[in-house]
């Protein structure tokens, strides 16, 4: 018998829901900004709401579910809030609240047009965002993959220059092509073990696979998920699209799309291939090379562009990886490592696109060459900016060092001194690519008077980065406090070894 509908077992779905229902408020609102915008940040409180109420039963072992709707026999539309699920839910979720304030002060500042088309795209994405993070098998999550790409689109080509459009056709080839790489693997997986659910420890233990299924089938999968993860060389759409607003970039790429592309590699590693199978056939000795080479080139690559954005944009390409690393490594450390760096690269990655789009809108500068001495004119955005760099560089007692710490130490737990050495060399090149950014800022002089009239950008922008700076900070000091994003990575982890 089906489990009874529950009030708990229905959250997940209306945690989705509470977004979507926003979209035709905010269109409806187009006359009333104050009112539209309301709309978003009322939607964005009720849905972290919904998701945190989750946490204290997932604690403690019981998991929300629910069934929607069968396609086919076994073949079910299902939700359910394991713990993989609730700690990226809470992640796309949290950072959403500060990216609609900083929104508002963006689209207003900048005098963006088709605002309400922003905001009713930017409802959508979260709705699927977290359909991803609830998916309870492949199916569900395919769809819900697709929808992000779906939504996602219009606010890539925001701007509607000739760029953007480019940007966003090549935004929608590779990731409509990856959706349809995962389309295949997952109709494959259906004809080898009959089930699509995600299960801790892989579904395909059962299935009778010899070397070269394993391998085809996992590549179709990686090429699935890989896109949105940004492992090279399906990287470079993410640097293309660098040329939407600086909210889409902060939060659905150093967040919600990325990170859904990351999320899924633990999902296909952990509850697809499972470990067993992973290292029989070598598939995470693939992954491990694919990742370092992937963390080493993005930061060389970093290095060479002056365009603030695009250096961001590269540097997250590399720090995805660090979170492929870690599912890789299939030891108990590196996998927590991993998925901690979710966290702490998504609180600090949001941190430096909001400095960079506050720079923007505030003196109209967007390459690093132009900003010697803007942390005299813009201390709290270049100071918030110098504690996400630091973390991301993984000095301590900001967020980066913890899952920086773990992966290395995960490292050695599995025996393995080249991703170690990865790591250090990454750590290093950080480094290279942002401490000359804060040296500019507040360290040479800036003689051509091009910020002697300017202050710092609106409250409505500066609060939520000096926010985010803060959570780096505090989640630094104590990773599990709050959320208890630790526990939740433990509890992942030890159900997947």
């Known amino acids: ?83 993989l699920g609730i700690f990226f839910a809470v992640i796309a979720s949290g ?73 966003g056709r090549k935004y929608l080839v590779y990731t409509l092509t990856a959706g349809n790489l995962l389309i295949v693997a997952t109709v494959w997986t259906w004809n080898l073990v009959g089930t699509l659910d995600f299960v801790p420890g892989g579904i395909l233990g059962a299935a009778a696979l010899d070397g070269g299924t394993a391998l085809a089938l996992f590549l179709l999968f990686l090429g699935g998920v890989g896109v949105k993860a940004g492992i090279m060389p399906l990287h470079s759409w993410l640097p293309s699209a660098m040329v939407a607003p600086t909210p889409v970039s902060a939060l659905l790429h150093a967040v919600a799309v990325v990170k859904s592309g990351v999320f899924g590699v633990y999902r296909v590693v952990g509850f697809v291939f499972g470990p067993e199978v992973m290292t029989r056939f070598g598939l995470n000795t693939l992954l491990l090379v694919l990742a370092g080479t992937t963390i080493l080139v993005s ?122 050495v990865v790591l250090l060399l990454s750590g290093v090149l950080n480094v290279a690519y942002f401490f000359p950014i804060i040296h500019r800022a507040f360290f040479r002089a800036d003689v051509e008077g091009r910020y002697a009239e300017h202050g710092e950008a609106s409250v409505l922008m500066v609060a939520p980065l000096v926010g985010t700076a803060l959570l780096a900070v505090i989640f630094g000091i104590a990773p599990d406090l709050g959320p208890r994003f630790y526990a939740f990575a433990r509890m992942v982890v030890e159900g997947i070894l």
């Open 299 to 420: 930061s060389l690559l970093a290095m060479r562009q002056d365009n603030l954005k695009r250096r961001l944009a590269y540097s997250t390409v590399g720090h995805l990886s660090y979170i492929v690393l870690g599912a890789a490594l299939l030891s108990t450390t590196g996998m927590v490592g991993g998925l901690m760096h979710i966290a702490s690269h998504a609180v600090m990655k949001i941190t430096l696109f909001f400095c960079a789009g506050a720079i923007y809108v505030n003196v109209h500068r967007e390459n690093i060459s132009e900003l010697d001495g803007i942390g005299k004119a813009m201390p709290w955005t270049m100071g918030a900016f110098s504690i996400g760099a630091m973390g991301l560089a993984g000095i301590p007692p900001i967020y980066g060092f913890a899952s920086k710490w773990l992966l290395g130490a995960g490292s050695l737990e599995a025996g393995l001194w080249i991703p170690l």
């Open 1 to 83: 018998m089906d489990a009874p509908v529950t009030y708990a077992s229905l959250v997940p779905l209306w945690a989705i829901l509470v977004s979507l229902a926003a979209v035709p408020l905010i269109v409806l609102s187009d006359r009333w900004r104050n009112l539209r915008e309301g709309w978003s940040l009322l939607a964005a409180f009720a849905k972290f709401a919904l998701v945190l109420s989750l946490i204290p039963d997932a604690l403690a072992g019981k998991i929300a579910e629910t069934s929607l709707f069968e396609l086919a026999p076994g073949v079910v539309f299902a939700l359910r809030a394991d713990p």
């Open 95 to 167: 950072l959403w609240i500060f990216t609609t304030f900083y929104a508002i002060g963006y689209m207003r500042g900048n005098h963006e047009k088709r605002q309400t088309r922003f905001f009713a795209s930017f409802a959508l994405s979260l709705s699927a965002t977290l359909g991803i993070a609830f998916s309870a098998n492949l199916l569900t999550f395919l769809v819900f993959f697709e929808v992000l790409t779906i939504a996602t689109y219009p606010l890539v080509i925001h701007k509607e220059t000739e760029e953007a459009k480019r940007g």
